[in-house]
């Protein structure tokens, strides 16, 4: 896995995940309090329940960083 974070990103895996929209909604309200988006709340649970469970591969990459994502001008201080 590389460390630059642009090709981490695209290491990632994407799931399309059907959820009643009751959970949806409890999701987002609840992303929307702690500042995630939905996609990174269900990340962040996956990660608890895998470390709980003591089941959390070895070999995962880190959480992905809060906040917008850095910009190439962001990254080049020049």
Same mark, same amino acid.
Do not use: C, Y
């Given at each position: 896995?590389? @460390?630059?974070?642009?090709? /981490?990103?695209? @290491? /990632?895996?994407? !799931?399309? *995940?059907? #959820?009643?929209?009751? +959970?949806?909604?409890? #999701?987002? %309200?609840?992303?929307?309090? &702690?500042?995630?988006? !939905?996609?990174?709340? +269900? @990340?962040? *649970? #996956? /990660?608890?329940? #895998?470390? &709980?469970?003591?089941?959390?591969?070895?070999?995962?990459? $880190?959480? $992905? /960083? %809060?906040?917008? $994502?850095?910009?190439?001008? @962001?990254?080049?201080?020049?």
């Amino acid at each position: 896995m590389s @460390d630059n974070p642009r090709e /981490r990103r695209q @290491d /990632r895996r994407q !799931v399309l *995940l059907r #959820l009643d929209p009751a +959970i949806h909604d409890a #999701l987002m %309200r609840w992303a929307d309090s &702690e500042f995630r988006s !939905v996609n990174a709340q +269900i @990340d962040m *649970l #996956l /990660r608890r329940a #895998l470390t &709980e469970a003591g089941r959390m591969p070895k070999n995962a990459g $880190p959480s $992905p /960083r %809060r906040g917008r $994502p850095r910009s190439a001008r @962001d990254e080049d201080p020049s």
